[in-house]
């Protein structure tokens, strides 16, 4: 799991590149990941949206096969594992405008194919964030490690998520199928549209297992299912 302390630039995206060919100096901030957003550790003030740049080194036993699992990156990203582009979540960009932001949790398969002479690897993680008041970027934990073990976990994830799905469904169902044969019976449909606007908000504040949505659309549709609730 990544968390600690990782460098990050506040208005820049810097790429792999500019760390060895610029002749631009980049001078990091050192936050905590994760953060609601980050905060300097010089205290010298909040950033709360906007767009920037996180980078990590981390020491890894050999080259091989791994995956990056997160949950949430706010509101959209690029990651970049030892100078390659292995991920987009969205559309970064410097103006809200052309920003693209979406809501998602993901595993990355990565092929890490060489370390540093120290046996280190770089991530480096482009965000930008103009949709989700107060939050930007990395507000949850980052986890790297063999791919077949964060997969089988996240397949395991799925199928209980799947089951709760089809549980609700069948409450929902069966409720409103009471509501026909008993129509003065209030109670049973308030119960299977209690069920439906849970099952709703889970789908639309998990996305394990529909891939990356729309931010706008899911808050929309979460706000919706919260106030049905």
């Keep these: 799991v990544l968390d600690g302390e990782w460098e990050f630039y506040p208005d820049l995206f810097v790429y792999p590149p500019d760390f060895r060919f610029s002749k631009k100096s980049f001078s990091p901030k050192y936050v905590q990941v994760p953060a609601s957003h980050p905060i300097y550790s010089d205290n010298s003030g909040e950033y709360k949206t906007g767009y920037g740049t996180y980078r990590i080194s981390i020491k890894l036993p050999a080259t091989g096969l791994y995956a990056l699992d997160y949950d949430f990156i706010y509101t959209s990203a690029k990651i970049w594992v030892n100078r390659e582009l292995v991920y987009q979540l969205g559309t970064p960009s410097k103006t809200s405008d052309s920003a693209k932001a979406v809501f998602s949790f993901d595993c990355i398969p990565i092929n890490i194919s060489y370390l540093d002479e120290n046996g280190y690897a770089e991530i480096i993680i482009n965000v930008s964030d103009y949709h989700s008041a107060q939050k930007f970027g990395l507000t949850k934990s980052i986890t790297i490690g063999k791919y077949e073990v964060l997969m089988n976990k996240r397949d395991m994830n ?17 409720h409103l199928a009471l509501f026909v044969f008993y129509p003065r019976n209030y109670a049973v449909l308030a119960f299977a549209l209690l069920t439906l606007s849970i099952m ?8 394990i297992s529909f891939g990356p949505a729309d931010y706008s659309i899911s808050i929309r549709f979460t706000y919706a299912s919260a106030v049905l609730f």
Excluded: D, E, P, V
């Excluded at 799925?158 to 069966?174: D, E, N, P, Q, V």
């Design 158 to 174: 799925k199928t209980i998520f799947h089951m709760i799905l089809g549980l609700l469904a069948i409450m929902s169902i069966y």
């Design 200 to 207: 709703l908000r889970a789908i639309f504040t998990n996305t």
